[in-house]
């Protein structure tokens, strides 16, 4: 059974700049993986920011980047605003597909 | 616009059966694979199930493989979920997706006696 790893928590000042990473318990992502992040306010449903690593869609604010960091997923939020406190979980894809257990961001 | 409406979630007795529904509009529904994600009350997204355009495909979490069905009528650009034997740890809101991109409002399924 795979497991996607992501920071529980992090609290960031409004303007900063914060990355979320996450890892596999199958090792090292590399150029050939692909990983979605996922935002998700109280009450609502996920939306999604980043899809096939790096790549944003249309309603992606700009501020938002998807990357690999030493060997795993990264979301960048740079300039952050308050309205980007929520739960973040990115995805991958093992045959079947596999959430990680999300990060709490705390615009503080 | 690209909308995915569920429904037919509810209150369910251990061991007993429910079927969700996704109605999709916006798309061409014949031209994407869907996918079932749900989430535990306050806990994270797990995929449940997806299912290819011409439904000749279907994929399963390894905790509903054999107690669970997707499936889809391409004609009445829907998507279903039939879940049989349901459990306690089955109560989450379901949310039927389009690819990844687009998500569903969700629907409540409550198993509890």
């Known amino acids: 059974q795979i497991v996607v790893t992501q920071e529980p928590s992090l609290t960031v000042s409004p303007g900063g700049t914060v990355t979320l990473t996450c890892a596999s318990s199958?090792?090292?992502?590399?150029?050939?993986?692909?990983v979605d992040w996922f935002q998700q306010k109280p009450g609502q449903a996920p939306r999604a920011l980043i899809h096939?690593?790096?790549s944003k869609y249309i309603w992606t604010p700009a501020r938002f980047s998807g990357s690999l960091l030493g060997g795993k997923g990264a979301l960048t939020l740079s300039g952050v605003q308050p309205e980007d406190e929520a739960d973040y979980y990115c995805?991958?894809?093992?045959?079947?597909?596999?959430f990680g257990g999300g990060t709490k961001l705390t615009v503080l | 616009e690209v909308q995915l409406v569920e429904s037919g979630g509810g209150l369910v007795q251990p061991g007993g059966s429910l079927r969700v529904s996704c109605a999709a509009s916006g798309f061409t529904f014949s031209s994407h694979w869907m996918n079932w994600v749900r989430q535990a009350p306050g806990k994270g997204l797990e995929w449940v199930a997806n299912i290819k355009q011409d439904g000749s495909e279907r994929y399963y979490v390894d905790s509903v493989k054999g107690r669970f069905t997707i499936s889809r009528d391409n004609a009445k650009n829907s998507l279903f979920l039939q879940m049989n034997s349901l459990r306690a740890e089955d109560t989450a809101i379901y949310y039927c997706?389009?690819?990844?991109?687009?998500w569903g409002q969700g629907t409540l399924v409550t198993v509890s006696s």
């Open positions: 997706t389009r690819d990844w991109g687009y």
């Open positions: 199958t090792g090292a992502l590399t150029s050939g993986s692909s």
């Open positions: 096939s690593t790096s």
């Open positions: 995805l991958l894809n093992y045959g079947g597909w596999v």
